[in-house]
């Protein structure tokens, strides 16, 4: 089986290369630069996957469903449904993207129309993005956050004791919440989580593989706020 992760630096394709680091896969790595993935003749989404098998070719995106694909593949870096920790695995893997990022992505959209808005103007967009981060989007990022540090102040992983790639998804836009919330120092045990993270070898592998730039992606996020 040959795989081939077509990968853009501090995007979320980043879970998928620290994914094939923890499942020990070998595996092509093409890394895009922004310029480059933003030509219009080479429109890429990133993670894209492909896997060719037995003179067959599939090709993947979105990174729920990467990771899904490839552990089942490996049945490994999951829980099974006979498990405890079965309900939350499920639920967590699927808020990463479902209901955590989306947050994260409006502040995000506020933030690239200010910028964008002409400055004799630009006040009232501003003005916009400021009103909307505290009257919806901080608030509904506090709950969340408040959901992942009770449940986080009780187990070590997401799925309880056992690592999975729930932890994998959420890592993102944890990460970039982690910037984008003012108050995310309020949550210690989302801190030491992170940290947990950090400190797993196939991570810090993933990174230094995938041109990871820590300033360059608190510097994209810390800016919403």
Not at 8 to 21: D, G, K
Not at 60 to 68: D, F, G, K
Not at 150 to 171: C, E, K, P, R, V
Request: neutral net charge; charged residues 15%; aromatic residues 14%.
């Amino acid at each position: 089986m040959n795989i081939t992760l077509h990968h853009l630096p501090n995007s979320r394709s980043q879970r998928i290369l620290w994914l094939l680091e923890e499942l020990n896969l070998n595996y092509d790595l093409i890394i895009y630069s922004k310029n480059t993935a933003d030509k219009p003749n080479g429109q890429m989404k990133f993670p894209t996957l492909h896997i060719e098998q037995n003179s067959q070719s599939q090709t993947l995106t979105e990174s729920s469903a990467v990771a899904e694909y490839l552990c089942q593949l490996e049945q490994k870096i999951m829980v099974q449904p006979a498990d405890s920790s079965y309900w939350n695995f499920c639920f967590y893997k699927n808020f990463a993207d479902a209901g955590f990022m989306p947050n994260l992505a409006l502040k995000q959209v506020f933030t690239q129309i200010a910028q964008q808005t002409p400055w004799p103007v630009r006040f009232v967009s501003l003005a916009f993005k400021a009103a909307f981060n505290q009257g919806y989007l901080n608030p509904e990022l506090e709950k969340q956050l408040q959901m992942l540090m009770s449940h986080l102040q009780q187990n070590t992983w997401l799925a309880g004791n056992q690592f999975s790639m729930a932890d994998i998804l959420l890592w993102f836009p944890l990460q970039a919440c982690a910037y984008a919330y003012p108050q995310f120092s309020d949550y210690p045990a989302l801190e030491q989580y992170l940290k947990q993270i950090k400190s797993r070898p196939a991570f810090q592998s993933a990174l230094q593989k995938g041109h990871w730039s820590a300033e360059e992606f608190q510097r994209y996020w810390q800016i919403t706020q």
